[in-house]
């Protein structure tokens, strides 16, 4: 393990857990890659000027710092129904802009069939501070609800705001109630294409009449969060969660390198902690045998990644280096990257039965965790294609599968689904009757994992 702290940047270190044995002829390595990050001593929390959360006048107006965010508001006409929800939406983004610090830049987009500047106007950004905040205050209380929905515009004029933006920290938040009704898949896709790597967003969904596919393929893009938020009168609290997560980033563009040797490749790529996302077909081609898997931003935090390598077979005794995994910052003009941490993954054959046939306890942790996340997924589509018997097994297989883990979080939410009979073998009874709110919660939040227990 190796560790590097930059100059503004938080200290990283990489940890690789695996069973580095295979039979004779073996030819899959599997390892997990724990990535930690903390802070540098000294360090402002994101901003240089030293403003701690929810500070004011510590900074003058015309000071910017690393981060600039964009709140993505629909104010489409579901909006109005109930007429509570566009009001819980403008007090919560006027929260989470409360909780900037001075000197961060922002702005509001209204979306509905098009995208429209709701504050500042004109193509630029706001710097928060005491006047910027009451304009975009006044400026939230006079939206009114009308119009459709085309996610894919919101987001392109978010990517265009954020553009101007000379600070490594551009993130975006996506607030939704209803389906993309106005523009294709298609549409929706080609505009995430276009905003991947430009910026990260966290999309939230309000009620129980959005897409879950649509929210949480949009967050999984941009390497942010998805959520639900059924009740309109809690979106002041997540908003405002969200925003203090992203104002704790510190580091932006940061990518797992994997280099391997020849007649080695890599088979899959995972990130499995805090929630599962496949990684694989990400990989961007740095060199004849390495790639780059894109993570997204970094505060204080740690993350968990399943790589999966397939080596050469070779014969007992022998030994290889089957891949170097490495946290690079790639260098913006073309020059070589700067590696901030890196961790070895190892194959080493040998005839000792047990020592070839164990499991890493991380490696058997989270692979029972994406079959989790994958167990839901079937289950639910089980029960909305009518198949009581798929969905009764799918869903009991789940149960079974958070009870071993611990992931008692993803057990209640499955409890709210199912009649549990038996946990620790699976059993369970599908509920005659589910609330909407309870089904697009677990299917939510079916890839959030919990650690392996030490």
């Known amino acids: 393990m190796t560790d590097f702290a930059g100059q503004h940047a ?17 030819r899959q390595v599997d390892a997990i890659i724990t990535v930690s990050s903390g802070a540098v001593p000294g360090a402002g929390g994101g901003t240089r000027a030293g403003a701690g959360p929810g500070a004011r006048g510590s900074v003058p107006s015309a000071v910017r710092t690393d981060t600039a965010v964009v ?26 802009i409360e909780t900037l610090h001075d000197g961060v830049s ?4 209204a979306g509905t069939h098009e ?20 304009g975009a205050r006044k400026a939230l209380r006079a939206l009114r609800a009308d119009g459709g929905t085309a996610i894919g515009s919101w987001l392109r004029l978010a990517k265009s705001l954020l553009a101007a933006h000379d600070g490594p920290i551009r993130h975006a938040v996506l607030l939704t109630d209803g389906r993309n009704e106005h523009e ?6 080609a505009a995430l294409d276009e905003c991947a790597g430009s910026f990260t967003c966290d999309a939230r969904g309000v009620g129980t009449d959005w897409e879950v596919d649509e929210v949480t393929g949009i967050a999984s893009a941009l390497l942010g969060s998805a959520d639900i938020v059924a009740r309109p009168e809690e979106l002041a609290e997540d908003f405002t969660a969200m925003m203090a997560n992203a104002l704790r980033k510190e580091i932006a563009d940061v990518a797992l390198r994997l280099w391997t040797p020849k007649g080695s490749t890599v088979k899959f790529v995972k990130q499995v902690a805090p929630s599962v996302e496949d990684l694989t077909d990400r990989r961007t081609p740095t060199g004849p ?3 780059d898997y894109p993570t997204g931003s970094w505060g204080e935090e740690s993350r968990d990644y399943h790589v999966c390598v397939e080596v050469p077979a070779a014969e007992v005794g022998q030994e290889m280096l089957a891949c170097r995994a490495a946290l690079v910052l790639p260098a913006e003009d073309g020059g070589l990257a700067r590696t901030l941490a890196q961790g070895l993954i190892r194959a080493v054959w040998t005839d000792d039965l047990a020592s070839a046939t164990g499991i890493d306890v991380q490696v058997a942790h989270y692979t029972g965790q994406a079959e989790l996340a994958d167990a839901i997924r079937r289950g639910l589509e089980n029960r909305r294609a009518g198949d009581e018997e798929g969905a009764t097994s799918q869903l009991g297989r789940a149960v079974r599968l958070a009870d071993a883990s611990g992931n008692e979080e993803t057990s209640k939410l499955l409890s709210k689904v199912v009649d549990v009979i038996d946990a620790p073998n699976g059993t369970v009874r599908l509920k005659a009757k ?14 959030k994992t919990v650690r392996v227990k030490r």
Request: glycine content about 8%.
């Open 10 to 26: 938080p200290r990283f270190s990489v940890d690789v857990y695996q069973n580095e044995y295979l039979p004779e002829g073996g």
């Open 71 to 96: 709140i993505m508001l629909d104010c489409s006409g579901s909006m109005d129904y109930p007429q509570t929800k566009l009001r819980h939406a403008r007090e919560a983004t006027a929260a989470a």
């Open 106 to 109: 922002f702005a509001v987009v």
């Open 115 to 134: 995208a429209a500047e709701v504050y500042p106007g004109g193509g630029r950004l706001a710097v928060a501070g005491p006047e910027t905040r009451k």
């Open 184 to 189: 294709s898949a298609e549409e929706l896709k």
């Open 289 to 291: 045998n390495s790639g």
């Open 434 to 447: 589910v609330a909407d709110a309870d089904e697009m919660t677990l299917e939510t939040r079916s890839t």
